[in-house]
């Protein structure tokens, strides 16, 4: 399987900013290789939201929202996904979620390497508050 270790969120005033990470790992072995990371959002009585996703070709979509204020990175290394958020706003706050996509694992190293089980892998959440 694969899990998902989030970080990064917390209070803080409009205009403020907050960066997120998110590092996969595999349980057990390691990850080769993740084809797309990225973040959602969800505020009570609303749908997840996009917020951000890259490919392992630095492929980017953002949701329109955040476009301008938000960068996505990656380090495939550390299977890790960051979220940079400037001049937060209010509008901001929710939940934020990691995903990550296609993901290729090697249960040992004398196994073959193989995609994982699940499509698609989610973390936890951590909460993001924009106030003042």
């Known amino acids: 399987q694969v899990q998902l270790a989030e970080s990064g969120g917390g209070l803080v005033q409009p205009g403020g900013s907050l960066r997120l990470s998110c590092a996969a790992s595999?349980?057990?072995?390691?990850?080769?290789?993740?084809?797309?990371m990225g973040w959602y959002r969800q505020v009570p009585g609303k749908q997840r939201e996009l917020v951000a996703r890259?490919?392992?070709?630095?492929?980017?979509n953002y949701g329109d929202s955040v476009k301008g204020r938000f960068t996505v990175s990656r380090e495939n290394a550390e299977n890790t996904v960051f979220l940079q958020m400037n001049s937060l706003q209010p509008e901001d706050t929710g939940v934020y979620y990691c995903?990550?996509?296609?993901?290729?694992?090697?249960?040992?190293?004398?196994?073959?390497?193989?995609?994982?089980?699940?499509?698609?892998?989610w973390g936890q959440g951590t909460q993001v508050t924009v106030s003042s």
């Open positions: 890259i490919s392992i070709d630095d492929n980017i």
């Open positions: 995903n990550v996509q296609r993901v290729w694992m090697q249960p040992d190293q004398d196994a073959p390497v193989r995609c994982a089980p699940e499509y698609e892998y």
């Open positions: 595999a349980v057990p072995g390691s990850i080769v290789r993740i084809n797309d």
